[in-house]
């Protein structure tokens, strides 16, 4: 297997991790060029679609309007790796490893919550209603942004690391936050296969679609969390115990990971009504 690095993703084949920024591939600068160009308008459409529609659909959407202010995050990296490589100026360095948390914590975790808000709701109901209120995803997205902040920048001061120390900490991140996927995912597979009690008719159908919902909406976003870190899982853990890394899974885990940065996005767009008429002639 080839042992050199991609810097344009966390991972590295030296002892530092001064290496992260710096080289990339024509392939890295054509997808961080596609993030910013696409990714930036549509994230801000839907930030701009949640901040401007009712309280109650702020409420409802708040983990997404987080998720986008997140994802706006990650474009700006997009744009400044490339100024970075192209210019070779080094002022935007920090930056570009500080907003590196963004992508290893911040998308995966809202992501999580949005998922854990939909299990809530099918598997356990009565809490759902009892915590419903903007009032807890504040909370919890005020949690969030904390670990993300603690996340940003312990990768902004990722040169005083050894690059086996930085390998492990992420890659232990993607595995605990697919495998809170995979269990939520489950949870609410077995509740659709059940029927609360005193159920009849119509009552039933209609737990029985937003269970459905719910359902494929977590399994998107479990299946699109898996294309997308578990390439860095394998190749994290590959160098970890055999000390090389393999480029070609990291390589891939990028393009996944530029490409569904759009999921979401879209999943709400369509939701709300809107896809159809940016579509329409």
């Known amino acids: 297997m080839n042992n050199s690095t991609v810097n344009s993703i966390p991972e590295a084949s030296t002892n530092s991790t001064d290496d992260l920024v710096g080289g990339m591939t024509n392939l890295d600068i054509c997808m961080f060029s596609i993030n910013f160009l696409f990714g930036l308008p549509t994230h801000s459409y839907v930030i701009w679609l949640i901040i401007t529609g009712t309280r109650s659909g702020v409420a409802s959407d708040f983990f997404n309007l987080n998720l986008s202010l997140c994802e706006t995050g990650n474009c700006l990296n997009s744009l400044l790796s490339v100024i970075d490589y192209c210019t070779g100026l080094s002022c935007f360095r920090s930056f570009i490893l500080f907003s590196l948390g963004?992508?290893?914590?911040?998308?995966?975790?809202?992501?999580?919550?949005?998922?854990?808000?939909?299990?809530?709701?099918?598997?356990?109901?009565?809490?759902f209603l009892k915590y419903k209120p903007l009032r807890y995803r504040v909370i919890c997205c005020t949690a969030a942004w904390i670990i993300i902040l603690g996340s940003c920048l312990c990768y902004m001061f990722a040169s005083q690391f050894k690059i086996h120390t930085y390998i492990y900490f992420y890659s232990i991140q993607f595995l605990l936050f697919l495998s809170i996927q995979l269990f939520c995912l489950v949870a609410v597979l077995r509740a659709l296969k059940q029927s609360g009690p005193g159920?009849?008719?119509?009552?039933?159908?209609?737990e029985n679609h937003m269970k459905t919902r719910a359902f494929y909406l977590i399994l998107i976003t479990t299946v699109t969390m898996s294309v997308i870190y578990v390439p860095f899982i394998i190749s994290g853990f590959s160098f970890i115990l055999m000390r090389w890394f393999i480029v070609d899974l990291s390589s891939f885990g990028l393009l996944c990971f530029i490409l569904a940065g759009f999921v979401q996005p879209v999943l709400y767009l369509h939701r709300v009504g809107k896809l159809s008429r940016l579509c329409s002639p």
């Open 199 to 206: 159920e009849r008719g119509r009552e039933i159908k209609e």
């Open 102 to 127: 963004l992508f290893i914590t911040g998308r995966p975790l809202f992501q999580c919550l949005i998922s854990a808000e939909r299990y809530l709701a099918v598997v356990h109901p009565v809490t």
